[in-house]
């Protein structure tokens, strides 16, 4: 079964959250990620994501995995789109689905962290003074 | 011994070579591939800053360069 998926059509968050829920479920946590109009200060036009498919996928689902082994909780989805994004399109959704609350927003929040830190996806952002780049941000502490 | 392997490029690294990949003869192992092709491309990125896959699995820089493999230079990654 996948859990990670990289999706390069917008995503469509209700048919995602429906097959996270069951009668099992007491609380159902999610991320969304959007594309926003300014970064570090810049105004920003719009973004492409690229991703190194094969490695992606592997380490999405690791990431994914880990986060059923580490937390308890019933299920987990992430979906990362790819390719070229407007502003105010959503990027990145994660949902959760757990017994109780305080797993389920644990789980979101270590998922979208660690996809963050870890999968091989990268984005291009266009700026409004008629630029653009690849961020490589340093590390997290 | 010498192998002949595929690189692939992404984002900046991508730019700088002007290609997505190529096919290349190599010696040694993947972080003298990467220091050599760094300074044939004129990448920013030093080594410390990357990580490198092999066949689409995370490997480690001293590992030895297979013949027929698929190397991919990882660059700091930006999503979400």
Known sequence: MTRFALADTSIDTATLRAQLLDDRVGGYASFEGWVRNHNEGRDVLGLRYEAYDALAQAEGERVLAEAMERFDILDAKCVHRVGDLAIGELAVWVGVSAAHRDAAFAACRFIIDEVKARVPIWKHERYAEGDAGWLHPEARP | ?80
């Open chain 2, 1 to 80: 011994m010498m192998a002949r392997v595929t690189v692939l490029y992404f984002a900046s690294l991508r730019d700088a070579a002007g290609v997505a990949s190529e096919n290349i003869e190599v010696a040694d192992d993947l972080r003298s591939l990467y220091e050599t092709l760094r300074a044939r491309h004129g990448f920013a990125l030093p080594v410390e800053r990357l990580r490198v896959a092999v066949d689409g699995a995370f490997a480690r820089w001293d590992d030895p360069v297979r013949d027929g493999a698929e190397i991919a230079f990882i660059p700091p990654v930006s999503g979400g």
